[in-house]
């Protein structure tokens, strides 16, 4: 029973983050459109692609998780998926670029336990990456969470 348990786990979150992939593809695709001849990317474009990654990988660990001996579930196999969850409700709240930033700092600084300047310097990049390819060049409009909505 407890073997069966600690195996469903490993095959649940694949499932589960197959899904979530498969759902923003989906959405990415037919609801925010994918592309433009003349416009070029449209919102769709980068949920889609990583709605496709994440299902490519999902397959990927399920195949793992069936050739796995060590049928120890442990609780670090939660992290992304409680991640994801944490990201997804302070986008809700805070806003996509400082909830993103918020799970950057607290991965990177308390996670990794990387120095100041580590977390600074990466903290930087990941925001000049997210700001100026996401926010300027494909004019993604990131959700501003109920915070700063009624600012």
């Given at each position: 029973m407890n073997k069966f348990r600690k195996l469903k786990t490993k095959i649940i979150i694949p499932i589960a983050t197959f899904v979530f992939g498969a759902v923003f593809a989906f959405l990415?695709?037919?609801?925010?459109?994918?592309?433009?001849a003349t416009k070029g990317p449209l919102p769709g474009f980068f949920p889609s692609i990583v709605g496709i990654c994440l299902m490519i990988v999902s397959v990927l660990t399920l195949l793992q998780a069936r050739s796995d001996d060590d049928q120890h579930s442990r609780k670090e196999n939660w992290y992304p998926v409680l991640g994801t969850l944490a990201i997804l409700l302070?986008?809700?709240?805070?806003?996509?670029?400082?909830?993103?930033?918020?799970?950057?700092?607290?991965?990177?600084?308390?996670?990794?336990?990387?120095?100041?300047k580590a977390t600074i310097i990466c903290f930087i990049i990941m925001g000049v990456i997210v700001i100026g390819a996401f926010?300027?060049?494909?004019?993604?409009?990131?959700?501003?969470?109920?915070?700063?909505?009624?600012m």
């Open positions: 990415g695709i037919t609801k925010y459109g994918f592309y433009h302070g986008c809700l709240v805070f806003g996509m670029y400082l909830s993103l930033g918020i799970f950057l700092f607290w991965w990177v600084r308390i996670y990794e336990k990387a120095s100041w926010g300027c060049w494909l004019n993604i409009d990131f959700p501003k969470g109920l915070l700063f909505s009624w």
